[in-house]
């Protein structure tokens, strides 16, 4: 980690940009971690990157989901609604207000008297739409986020592992059947990292076809012995 250098002033977002994640324990830490960087280039032999988001699992936090990339069809499942479809209905709530808000001040723009109501208007539209968007996260976060959590937060090391790749499974088949760009697929990687254990391989793809290379396995079950 050393190599790392994230110091620069300025770092902007880029389509190139590629994204690393590093998840696991410390040697020190009783709950895993996970820091995700996005690194732009290397200069001087040096990485040229920045911290996204780090988030540590604890006593109160006894649990997340948290997808990297393509993520819509996980965050559905963990919201109970998806992204674009919460962009959609808070956009369309916006403009209604605004409507219905144009409308008043429309019908009293001629009237001197009412002329000073225009600004109270306009802040009684924007109080409504964050009291809202603010009591809308709330229900999502209640009633769709933390049962989902308290659920992960209880199920064993393989029950986690089959959660993992269904999520993954299940943004990939979302892609297949439409007319998005189909930017996640192929073989499932599947892994767990726990404190006693290790690093296991849950479902691991290979470079070649098994069944034509039997000597290999045989091979690692000498060694490993």
Not at 167 to 191: H, M, Y
Request: proline share 4%; net charge neutral; with cysteine.
């Amino acid at each position: 980690m050393r190599k790392i250098f994230t110091s620069f002033p300025k770092h902007t977002s880029h389509p190139d940009n590629c994204g690393i994640v590093i998840t696991g324990f410390g040697e020190a830490d009783v709950f895993p971690k996970f820091i995700e960087y996005e690194i732009q280039g290397k200069i001087k032999n040096r990485l040229k990157c920045r911290e996204i988001e780090k988030l540590s699992i604890s006593y109160s936090n006894k649990a997340c989901i948290r997808p990297f990339a393509q993520a819509s069809e996980i965050d559905s499942f963990i919201t109970g609604i998806h992204p674009k479809l919460s962009r959609k209905a808070g956009e369309d709530t916006s403009n209604i207000l605004k409507e219905f808000t144009n409308f008043i001040n429309e019908i009293i723009e001629d009237n001197d008297k009412y002329k000073s109501v225009h600004d109270t208007i306009n802040e009684i539209r924007e109080k409504i739409l964050t009291k809202y968007e603010e009591e809308f996260k709330e229900y999502v976060i209640s009633e769709h986020v933390i049962p989902v959590y308290e659920i992960i937060s209880v199920l064993p090391k393989d029950e986690l592992a089959i959660m993992a790749e269904t999520l993954v499974n299940l943004e990939k088949f979302k892609k297949r059947i439409t007319i998005e760009s189909e930017t996640v697929g192929g073989p499932i990687d599947v892994a767990v990292i726990s404190k006693g254990d290790g690093f296991i391989w849950i479902k691991r793809k290979h470079y070649f076809n098994k069944d034509l290379n039997p000597y290999f396995f045989l091979n690692m079950g000498r060694k490993n012995k």
